[in-house]
């Protein structure tokens, strides 16, 4: 069986870990619209949090960055008034970014670069950019000089997204094509599954790169989507900022509602919610049941939910 896994970062690495447990060959395509060049490299956070959750070398208590890691760079470059000190980089993790800005430069594809770095931490799953391409997801928001665009990380991370967002733009996406085999693993899949990711900063941009949104509607897997939502609130990170931009209802209904029925211009076939919540979509199939990723265990047993809603769906 083939499974394609539509991905952002901590939400569904945890949920990769459940779907990998599976008798499947899974791809996951990774959000790139978060990236950002800091001190001249590139970073990639939602591949890098995918990465090292499922090379086992994750920081499962901050639930970013490497595990046991140091920080004498960023202390040196706090020491010459050089360090970005709302977004810092660990020592291990500078390792990852100087090898892949290296690669990049040398004129390699972001894909080839994720695969290069895939060798060391062996994620059991094929991870691929959603673009080689130069996407960034930038956030137009009200701040107390006036309203202005700024990176999402730095509205995200530096400003724990307070300033009022108004619209956010996925900058480059427009002209930008899918990565080496994004549509040929949508094309080939047995199902899609759209992970417990933000989504309109992490599925969103995927979606938003041409091509993807139409190999989903049109390809022959049904497409099925596992809500972020639980008990009406957000599980991790601060999503409902990002929705009540878009005024959509913080609620598995809304969220579903925003990606919307394959036969309604959408793209969801099925819907998993929890099991506290509700959800009524005219043309996809709603089922609910404990969506806490406790374990992988639990979080197997969520994928399974989702892989038997898309059989019932096909």
């Not at 094509?177 to 549509?183: E, M, N």
């Amino acid at each position: 069986m083939r499974i394609v896994v539509l991905a952002g970062g901590v939400g569904a690495a945890r949920f990769l870990l459940g779907v990998r447990r599976l008798d499947a060959e899974v791809t996951a395509i990774v959000n790139t619209a978060d990236d950002l060049t800091l001190h001249g490299l590139r970073i990639c956070p939602d591949l890098d949090s995918v990465m090292y959750t499922l090379g086992g070398g994750a920081d499962a208590e901050r639930g970013w960055g490497r595990a046991e890691e140091s920080w004498t760079v960023s202390r040196e470059l706090a020491a010459h008034d050089a360090e970005a000190p709302w977004f810092s980089l660990g020592d291990k993790d500078i390792a990852t970014h100087l090898m892949r800005t290296r690669m990049l430069d040398a004129g390699y594809g972001l894909s080839d670069v994720t695969a290069a770095l895939c060798r060391r931490w062996e994620p059991g799953v094929r991870l691929l950019p959603m673009s080689d391409d130069r996407v960034e997801t930038h956030v137009v928001a009200d701040f107390d000089d006036g309203q202005r665009a700024v990176h999402f990380q730095e509205w995200w991370v530096r400003h724990r997204a307070e300033p009022e967002a108004r619209r956010f733009v996925f900058t480059g996406a427009a002209d930008a094509k899918p990565g080496p085999g994004v549509l040929e693993a949508i094309g080939s899949a047995d199902a899609v599954l759209i992970a417990p990711s933000n989504p309109v900063v992490s599925v969103a941009p995927i979606l938003a790169v041409p091509g993807i949104r139409e190999a989903l509607r049109e390809g022959p897997a049904p497409v099925v989507g596992v809500s972020p939502i639980i008990g009406g609130a957000v599980v991790r990170g601060m999503a409902d900022r990002c929705l009540s931009t878009l005024d959509v209802e913080v609620s598995a209904a809304g969220v579903g509602g925003l990606y919307g029925a394959r036969s309604e211009e959408g793209v969801l076939d099925g819907w998993l919610i929890d099991e506290g919540d509700s959800a009524e979509i005219p043309g996809v199939t709603v089922r609910s049941r404990p969506l806490w990723m406790t374990d992988p265990e639990a979080t197997e047993a969520m994928a399974r939910e989702a892989l038997d809603i898309a059989e019932v769906a096909a």
